[in-house]
C-alpha cells in the first residue's frame, strides 16, 4: 500500500508542537502518511506559533518535512468556490488546499467549522479528527 496523502488544518500542527503523546503528533511522524499543506496554512502557522510562543526552529523544522502546495487562486476565487464547504470564510482555504493538492483526506480538531458531509459528497473529500483518522489507519491492518 502507498502512502495515503493527508491535507493538514493549522490546528493538527500547532497540536503536534504543544504535544509528543497526541494523535497529531502521531499523523505528523507516520511513515503511510504523506503530509500536505498550503502556503496559507504555512502562514497561519507562523503566526499561532509566535502567538503562543513555540519555538521557531521547532515550527521551521517541522513544517520542512510537510509537502507544500500553491493554490494558484486569488482569495475572492477561494471563497467564492469553496465558501459552500465552511461555515467561517476564514477556513475557505483550507478546503481550497485540500482540493487543489488531491488529498483523501483533510485533517482538522475543528470539524464544527466545516460542513463534513457536503466536502464528502462534493468534493470526495473525509474530513477527521487526528484521532479518528489514526483509527482508520489503523483499521487498514
Known amino acids: 500500500m502507498g502512502k495515503i496523502q493527508v491535507f493538514l488544518d493549522t490546528d493538527v500542527i500547532i497540536s503536534s508542537l504543544l504535544s509528543r503523546t497526541g494523535a497529531s503528533f502521531e499523523i505528523l511522524k507516520h511513515p503511510a502518511v504523506k503530509k500536505v ?25 517541522l513544517v520542512e518535512d510537510i509537502n507544500s502546495v500553491t493554490l494558484g487562486l486569488t482569495k475572492s476565487r477561494i471563497v467564492k468556490d469553496y465558501q459552500q464547504f465552511v461555515f467561517d470564510q476564514q477556513d475557505c482555504h483550507v478546503v481550497a488546499g485540500a482540493k487543489v493538492s488531491k488529498s483523501r483526506f483533510l485533517l482538522t480538531h475543528n470539524l464544527k467549522h466545516y460542513r463534513v458531509d457536503k466536502i464528502k459528497t462534493g468534493l470526495g473529500i473525509m474530513v477527521f479528527k487526528p484521532g479518528n483518522f489514526l483509527q482508520y489507519l489503523r483499521s487498514l491492518n
Do not use: Y
Open 37 to 61: 499543506i498550503s502556503r496559507a496554512v504555512k502562514e497561519e502557522l507562523v503566526i499561532v506559533a509566535k502567538r503562543l510562543k513555540i519555538e521557531g526552529h521547532k515550527t521551521k523544522k
